[in-house]
């Protein structure tokens, strides 16, 4: 796994997440709790001098570990986020994964909706996902939250809104450029607070959280960021290999992407 500058890819993000507040009237972020977005709101607190300037959002389905909630409870009252609780149903859905699939898409949407939210900041990188490396810093969703991802405008900052219809918003992603052990070497270096549920436990971590019915946990013995940078460096295993596998599968990700899925 290749290892980047960590001082220009948080250079980058802090741009991007910049502009993002600084064009669109009303800016919102997901925060699942897990490595990606608490990075993510850990650049923005960099970006605006200790503060999150826009509300957080956690598309919760009732499912998620208990630790990640008392985390989820803990980091919003200590940077003091502006955190949104919206719940999700656990239904039977396109993906196979009625817990974590098109019904958090359903949620989200509703929530757009409500508070007029005209751009989205999603901690998603391009190295996770096949259909993910598509993405662009700034991506338009349309009305009812389709992503065309055959016909994206040109990543231009002035010429992005010209794709937007009356109801449309976008997707913006400060870390697409991170790989997931950029991320761990930003956390060590930042001390961002981490999930602990991504430390080993009995000889078993959670190498990628999602709730309590889709995710699986890895044979490891990494009981600290350091030990879990080490592991990475060797290992042949996928990051996602503990998710559901058929929301994974190249092209249901595809059309769940393109219907709204994060």
């Avoid at 994964?97 to 939210?117: D, P």
């Avoid at 697409?176 to 930042?190: A, C, R």
């Avoid at 699986?216 to 460096?233: Q, Y």
């Avoid at 996602?240 to 596998?245: H, I």
Wanted: glycine share 6%; charged share 30%.
């Amino acid at each position: 796994m290749i290892k980047q500058d960590i001082n220009e890819l948080e250079e980058r993000s802090i741009f991007v997440i910049r502009e993002a507040k600084s064009k669109f009237k009303n800016v919102a972020a997901l925060w699942s709790m897990g490595k990606d977005s608490t990075t993510m709101l850990a650049i923005a607190r960099k970006a605006f001098l200790g503060k999150v300037p826009f509300p957080v959002i956690h598309i919760d389905n009732g499912i998620d570990f208990p630790e990640t909630y008392k985390f989820r409870e803990d980091l919003a009252r200590k940077w003091k986020l502006d955190l949104m609780v919206v719940d999700s149903e656990v239904k039977p859905d396109l993906s196979g994964a009625a817990c974590c699939g098109a019904n958090k898409s359903i949620a989200l949407k509703k929530v757009m909706e409500k508070y007029g939210f005209d751009a989205l900041i999603v901690s998603i990188r391009r190295d996770e996902h096949g259909i993910r490396a598509k993405e662009r810093y700034v991506s338009p969703r349309d009305r009812n939250f389709k992503w065309n991802y055959k016909n994206q405008p040109a990543e231009m900052w002035n010429d992005y809104s010209s794709s937007l219809d009356s109801k449309g918003h976008v997707r913006i992603h400060p870390l697409l450029d991170f790989n997931e052990i950029d991320i761990w070497q930003y956390i060590k270096k930042n001390k961002v607070p981490i999930n602990p549920l991504y430390f080993s436990r009995n000889g078993l971590r959670y190498r990628s959280l999602g709730c309590t019915h889709c995710t699986t946990a890895i044979k490891s013995g990494a009981r600290n960021v350091d030990d879990i940078i080490k592991e990475l460096e060797t290992t042949g295993i996928e990051e996602r290999s503990g998710r559901d596998q058929d929301k994974e599968k190249e092209y249901v990700m595809q059309k769940l992407r393109a219907l709204g899925y994060m």
